[in-house]
């Protein structure tokens, strides 16, 4: 019922930049919570950007000041602006909704777009 459809992956040289989007269909957007997660082989998932509905973000400390977490209600649609990208950037990233409000349902996640950072 609940698509999330990421976009704007790709191969980037060190120091450039990338924006990401996640466009979500099926449900009302707008009151829901959104996050930006990435994996690279062999590590765990980890939360990278999330923003709340009413706007609030919050980063992992190896993103912050790099990257920048938007969102689109009209759109519903969400962004992620990397900038200064390093090798270490390199995963798959993965949009996700929360599977209800309260959480006690499981969580949508899109198919996930590459980012390589080399040069």
């Known amino acids: 019922q609940v698509q999330l459809v990421e976009s704007g992956g790709g191969l980037v040289q060190p120091g450039g930049s990338l924006r990401l989007s996640c466009a979500a269909s099926?449900?009302?957007?707008?009151?829901?919570?959104m996050g930006w997660y990435r994996q690279a082989p062999g590590k765990q998932r980890e939360l990278v950007a999330a923003?709340?509905?009413?706007?609030?973000?919050n980063y992992a400390d190896s993103v912050k000041g790099r990257f920048t977490i938007s969102r689109d209600n009209a759109k519903n649609t969400v962004y992620l602006q990397m900038n200064s990208l390093k090798p270490e950037d390199t995963a798959v990233y993965y949009c996700?909704?929360?599977?209800?409000?309260?959480?006690?349902?499981?969580?949508?996640w899109g198919q996930g777009t590459q980012v390589t950072v080399s040069s």
């Open positions: 996700m909704r929360p599977g209800s409000l309260d959480r006690s349902q499981s969580d949508y």
């Open positions: 923003i709340t509905s009413g706007g609030t973000t």
């Open positions: 099926g449900s009302i957007f707008s009151i829901y919570a």
